[in-house]
């Protein structure tokens, strides 16, 4: 079975660009979450989608960021304009219908803003 | 919401050691537990998990404690090897589908 697939696993890009991540879920998981790791703190909790809708987007930055997932598959999130603190590496994860009890992580994508 | 530290940030042992990392979290009301382990070019993976009805739980060489009380959990990891170096991270669940992680410890495992 496949995992969780992010890409890319890394980006460079200039302050003012606009960069957009993608995530393909395991098949079958309603549950699509993106956290965002910076500079070695804490993995914190950007959004959370069920199938096509979002559920929980308290964790999102600001309005610079808007995540998508059109027909429930696979997400993306895009970051428009980027500024420096927006480099991290970004996570999505996937879990079936029990919540965040069986997450499954992808292996990030590594933004640079410079 | 729930904050969670994580302690030490990073560990050396020595192969054959046993690791511990101790992780405290603030919302009383947290009933879920997760530990993973990020390898280098991984993501993290869950290794083990605790429910706040349970004290503690074994799966082979690795254990979690959990004390409601005081508020604290840890996990220790027996017989380190080499595969065991990583970051791990420890996290609680504050409400139902949100995670709420610590920053990490760096584990190395010296052969």
């Known amino acids: 079975e496949a995992g969780v697939t992010q890409f890319p696993s890394h980006s460079v890009i200039e302050k003012g660009q606009t960069v957009t991540l993608r995530c393909d879920p395991i098949?079958?998981?309603?549950?699509l979450y993106w956290y965002r790791r910076v500079m070695g703190k804490e993995i914190k909790f950007l959004l959370h989608?069920?199938?096509?809708?979002?559920?929980?987007e308290s964790g999102m930055p600001n309005n610079r960021f808007l995540a998508e997932r059109t027909g429930g598959t696979y997400s993306t999130l895009k970051v428009q304009p980027a500024e420096l603190e927006d480099s991290g590496v970004y996570f999505c994860?996937?879990?079936?219908?029990?919540?965040?009890?069986?997450?499954?992580f992808g292996s990030g994508t590594q933004l640079s803003v410079l | 919401g729930e904050n969670v530290e994580q302690h030490p940030s990073t560990l050396s042992v020595q192969e054959g050691d046993s690791a511990v990392i101790k992780c405290t979290y603030s919302?009383?009301?947290?009933?879920?537990f997760p530990w993973y382990k990020q390898e280098l070019g991984k993501g993290p993976q869950l290794i083990i998990d605790?429910?706040?009805?349970?004290g503690e739980k074994k799966d082979q060489r690795i254990a979690v404690t959990l004390n409601k009380t005081a508020k604290h959990f840890s996990l220790h990891i027996t017989e380190t090897q080499p595969e065991d170096s990583a970051v791990y991270f420890c996290a609680a669940r504050g409400s139902v589908y949100k995670l709420s992680f610590g920053a990490g410890t760096t584990v190395t495992v010296r052969a």
């Open positions: 994860a996937s879990s079936p219908g029990t919540g965040v009890e069986k997450l499954f």
């Open positions: 919302d009383s009301a947290s009933n879920y």
């Open positions: 605790i429910r706040s009805n349970v």
């Open positions: 989608f069920v199938k096509e809708s979002k559920q929980d």
């Open positions: 098949s079958g998981h309603d549950n």
